[in-house]
């Protein structure tokens, strides 16, 4: 009589639950205030490979200790134009979207803020570029999606299936995840987006792209701009004396690509995929929400530059 091997293997197979995700999120909390605290600290860089490495590990030896496929962890498929012009439409708006949160914030807390920004930067240029590229940008994008949009997001999806409620979940665990109160907002946020992207999709591809090019493209360039000493400077008076209020106000006005922009990219990931809306505008209502949305921080932003320009004006001028 022939076995039947997929029987048995379906037998041994535990199914997977959410403290299976919260477990796995613990000891990389742990291990993070622990052993890959003192890696980075020790290694810089080749530190930061070597914690990708290990939560790609992590993630890896999750699955395989529960028996469960990794394509079903890890879905990858053959990327389709429109989804992948949605993601990079994704990313631009929330781009739009993070210049004023994270502005507002370095307002607020100038020190903290250009503190964490300066460390930042010193780390990943500390080697060459090519090598940090490869490091703080393709890396995160495969080993840190693997753990967050793969393994932990498909244990809470065995219980929760509302994809805002996972979006903001998801968005709380990867700010925590960074290990940072000052990056905590800005981080969360973004999570929130790649889990949107990766629930859409069901496609590994595509969350991997948008942390790509979210890590990739400021750094790139910022790094052609180059340290010079009046950009140094400025950066100095700015940690020092805070950001101009007129400054916040342009800040805030990009924001206005954001509505559309996530409208759009979310359109554009849905296209195509049976059994969800096709059509672009669906109401008058949404219509009329996007362009008070688009219109709202154009108003908000030329109104807290004209008061920034004659209330804070020494301020303003003092670094033009």
């Known amino acids: 009589m022939e076995k039947n091997w997929s029987s048995d293997e379906n037998k041994n197979r535990k ?25 980075q600290m020790k290694w810089g860089m080749y530190g ?53 949160v ?34 703080s940008s393709v890396m995160p994008a495969v080993c840190e999606e693997s753990l967050h949009r793969g393994f932990i997001l498909k244990s809470f999806q065995s219980k929760w299936k509302n994809k805002w409620f996972l979006s903001v979940l998801m968005g709380i665990i990867f700010g925590l995840f960074h290990g940072s109160i000052w990056r905590f907002l800005p981080t969360a946020i973004l999570g929130g987006i790649l889990t949107y992207i990766m629930l859409e999709t069901e496609n590994m591809f595509y969350p991997a792209l948008f942390h790509f090019t979210n890590n990739f493209l400021p750094s790139f360039l910022l790094s052609l701009s180059g340290n010079s000493p009046q950009t140094e400077a400025a950066s100095e008076l700015l940690a020092q004396q805070g950001i101009p ?18 409208y759009t990219a979310g359109y554009l990931l849905r296209k195509g995929e049976q059994g969800k809306e096709q059509q672009y505008i669906k109401s008058n209502g949404v219509l009329i ?24 004006a020494n301020a303003f001028f003092s670094i033009m």
């Open 245 to 262: 209020v007129a400054f916040l106000g342009i800040y805030l006005a990009m924001a206005w690509v954001a509505p559309f922009g996530f």
């Open 15 to 39: 199914k997977l639950k959410p403290w299976h995700g919260a477990v796995l999120f613990g000891i990389v909390m742990l291990s993070f205030y622990t052993i890959i605290a003192w890696a």
């Open 102 to 135: 994270t502005m507002f914030m370095a307002y607020f807390f100038p020190k903290q803020m250009f503190a964490v920004s300066e460390g930042l930067n010193e780390v990943i240029y500390s080697v060459p570029l090519i090598l940090s590229v490869f490091i």
């Open 289 to 312: 929400s996007l362009v008070v949305l688009t219109v709202l921080p154009i108003i908000l932003g030329m109104m807290i530059f004209l008061y920034g320009l004659f209330f804070d």
């Open 48 to 100: 930061l490979a070597l914690t990708e490495l290990y939560l790609l590990f992590l993630s890896i030896f999750a699955v395989k200790l529960l028996k469960i496929p990794l394509k079903e962890i890890f879905p990858l498929k053959r990327p389709k134009w429109k989804k992948t012009l949605g993601v990079l439409l994704m990313w631009v708006s929330s781009y739009a979207l993070m210049i004023p």
